[in-house]
């Protein structure tokens, strides 16, 4: 079945550091993929989504690219800021187009000042 | 607009009681998603509804958990009896059709004591 498999944490940065967390994932056909962002006490936000293959996501400085040949999705920012720390969970969509998702496990950012 | 409600925010029950959550999706979605996360993991598919038919239940727990959603609109999520394993945060999602994005409640987490 479809899977993700993501970088474990905490990864502990500092201010204006740079940022990749790695993605990748295992499914049949051409998946949509999606980075989700949780902050403390709330639910998860889509923060981007690819839909097809070299397509790159991106909002509020955070990027990704759909990376067929490699099956990944890692997510990028070239600075972040401490208002960056929460989880953030790769997840894939399944072929059918239904947004049900199968996210990886999530990885934990830490920033510090 | 308001995003998806859940309620309550916390639950703490003994083991051996029953329990329910109640969901409300954005307006106008006609499929609902629960989740169940249990903690260090990422969000796990428990059910989809498509307006108020569940077109895939294959990982509810259905000999102590069911779910119904009435007029397509309202969904509730039941346990019964819960079990110490069914600590968890349990997550609503809504989305308006295929290919889009899913809207997320900020959960309810559950304490089996």
């Known amino acids: 079945g479809d899977s993700v498999t993501q970088m474990e944490g905490p990864v502990t940065l500092s201010e204006e550091a740079f940022l990749t967390i790695n993605c990748t994932y295992t499914?049949?056909?051409?998946?949509?993929l999606f980075w989700y962002v949780q902050y403390p006490g709330e639910g998860l936000q889509l923060l981007l989504k690819?839909?097809?293959?070299?397509d790159k996501g991106s909002n509020k400085g955070f990027e990704a690219t759909y990376r067929k040949e490699t099956t990944s999705f890692h997510l990028e920012k070239g600075s972040v800021q401490v208002s960056d720390s929460a989880v953030y969970f790769c997840?894939?969509?399944?072929?059918?187009?239904?947004?049900?998702?199968?996210f990886g496990k999530g990885t934990m950012l830490l920033v510090s000042p | 607009e308001a995003g998806v409600v859940q309620s309550p925010r916390y639950k703490i029950i003994e083991k051996k009681q029953p329990v329910a959550f109640w969901c409300n999706p954005i307006s106008g979605h006609n499929t609902l998603y629960w989740y169940r996360q249990n903690l260090g993991q990422g969000p796990e598919l428990l059910i989809r509804?498509?307006?108020?038919?569940?077109?895939?239940d294959s990982q509810l727990p259905k000999d102590r958990f069911s779910a119904e959603r009435l007029k397509g609109v309202d969904s509730t999520l039941k346990i019964q009896p819960a079990e110490l394993g069914d600590s968890a945060v349990y997550l609503c999602?809504?989305?308006?059709?295929?290919?889009?994005?899913?809207?997320f409640g900020q959960g309810t987490r559950l304490t089996v004591v």
């Open positions: 499914a049949t056909g051409y998946p949509s």
């Open positions: 509804y498509e307006n108020e038919e569940a077109v895939d």
């Open positions: 999602a809504s989305s308006p059709g295929t290919y889009t994005e899913a809207f």
């Open positions: 997840a894939l969509s399944d072929r059918e187009g239904y947004s049900t998702l199968t």
């Open positions: 690819a839909t097809k293959a070299d």
